[in-house]
């Protein structure tokens, strides 16, 4: 840490660290501590995401080249409640949309679709995992701004003390408590921004390098997706159109129905003629 490191510098001085903050009044030191409170917030904040960033790429490297040895990625398997990489979490997205289009995949048109909702899946987990990403930069980046102007503050108050201690008769002992919290909220201001500046800068880098690393291997996920689905489609229609030709097959193989023949009698049967009109029946009309 900087801050106890310059306590012990001070340390060796004529009057020693604790004399700066003895000289100080309330509001200097309510500054100063903040100040100090601050920068291992910073420190802590740092440590603890440098540590997550080599954390998730060892493990996303790991992951990517056991991915590599597997034949088919839609076949994975991720148990739930389990702690998933980044890189898990895209792919068990990826299988858990396929999984809903699972035996329903032969024509182009459902893998179109299929690849729809797939692509949506994984989009969603790249910006779930990006906020995963930017996890306490936004801490540190209020570091490098707010730490200034704490300190700022620090030196206008001390300042505004110095002034209002100012008189014709005036001592250094009356002076020394505006000066000593001017100039130990401004250092310890400084001490703050200047290492969550650094360090900012470096974890922003090794964030955006993961970052497009992600978004490249959601690019690969997708395309892998595609070609397995449509490798399972042309499979379904085929075992559709050997059913198909196995049914026809079948159907035509069942012999036609024995129709009885037809006997033709010897005598047959003549029906009786009506009888003709009567006689004289147009004469009585």
């Given at each position: 840490?900087?801050?106890?490191?310059?306590?012990?510098?001070?340390?060796?001085?004529?009057?020693?660290?604790?004399?700066?903050?003895?000289?100080?009044?309330?509001?200097?030191?309510?500054?100063?501590?903040?100040?100090?409170?601050?920068?291992?917030?910073?420190?802590?904040?740092?440590?603890?995401?440098?540590?997550?960033?080599?954390?998730?790429?060892?493990?996303?490297?790991?992951?990517?080249?056991?991915?590599?040895?597997?034949?088919?990625?839609?076949?994975?398997?991720?148990?739930?409640?389990?702690?998933?990489?980044?890189?898990?979490?895209?792919?068990?997205?990826?299988?858990?949309?396929?999984?809903?289009?699972?035996?329903?995949?032969?024509?182009?048109?459902?893998?179109?679709?299929?690849m729809g909702h797939v692509e949506n899946a994984i989009q969603r987990?790249?910006?779930?995992?990006?906020?995963?990403?930017?996890?306490?930069?936004?801490?540190?980046?209020?570091l490098v701004s707010g730490g200034p102007f704490l300190g700022l503050?620090?030196?206008?108050?001390?300042?505004?003390?110095?002034?209002?201690?100012?008189?014709?008769?005036?001592?250094?002992?009356?002076?020394?408590?505006?000066?000593?919290?001017?100039?130990?909220?401004?250092?310890?201001?400084?001490?703050?921004?200047?290492?969550?500046?650094?360090?900012?800068?470096?974890?922003?880098?090794?964030?955006?390098?993961?970052?497009?690393?992600?978004?490249?291997?959601?690019?690969?996920?997708?395309?892998?997706?595609?070609?397995?689905?449509?490798?399972?489609?042309?499979?379904?229609?085929?075992?559709?159109?050997?059913?198909?030709?196995?049914?026809?097959?079948?159907?035509?193989?069942?012999?036609?129905?024995?129709?009885?023949?037809?006997?033709?009698?010897?005598?047959?049967?003549?029906?009786?003629?009506?009888?003709?009109?009567?006689?004289?029946?147009?004469?009585?009309?």
């Open positions: 840490m900087i801050s106890p490191v310059l306590a012990m510098v001070l340390a060796d001085t004529e009057k020693g660290a604790l004399w700066y903050f003895k000289q100080m009044d309330s509001a200097g030191l309510a500054v100063a501590g903040v100040l100090v409170i601050c920068s291992f917030i910073g420190w802590g904040a740092m440590i603890q995401k440098w540590s997550d960033v080599q954390e998730l790429r060892r493990r996303n490297h790991l992951f990517d080249r056991r991915l590599r040895d597997q034949n088919s990625v839609v076949g994975l398997n991720f148990p739930g409640g389990t702690n998933l990489s980044p890189y898990e979490f895209l792919v068990s997205e990826a299988v858990a949309a396929v999984q809903r289009h699972k035996g329903r995949l032969v024509r182009p048109s459902d893998v179109r679709m299929c987990a790249v910006s779930r995992t990006m906020v995963k990403y930017e996890d306490k930069m936004v801490l540190l980046s209020s503050l620090g030196t206008v108050w001390g300042v505004m003390v110095t002034f209002g201690a100012l008189t014709e008769k005036a001592s250094i002992a009356q002076l020394a408590p505006g000066v000593c919290g001017a100039l130990v909220t401004t250092t310890l201001g400084l001490l703050v921004a200047i290492p969550a500046t650094f360090g900012y800068n470096y974890l922003l880098t090794q964030v955006k390098i993961m970052s497009t690393e992600l978004e490249n291997f959601a690019s690969t996920l997708a395309d892998r997706v595609e070609l397995e689905l449509e490798g399972e489609a042309r499979n379904n229609f085929e075992q559709q159109q050997q059913a198909e030709l196995l049914r026809r097959a079948a159907a035509s193989a069942v012999p036609a129905p024995m129709v009885a023949p037809v006997v033709v009698a010897e005598n047959p049967v003549v029906p009786p003629t009506p009888p003709a009109a009567l006689p004289g029946w147009e004469d009585a009309q």
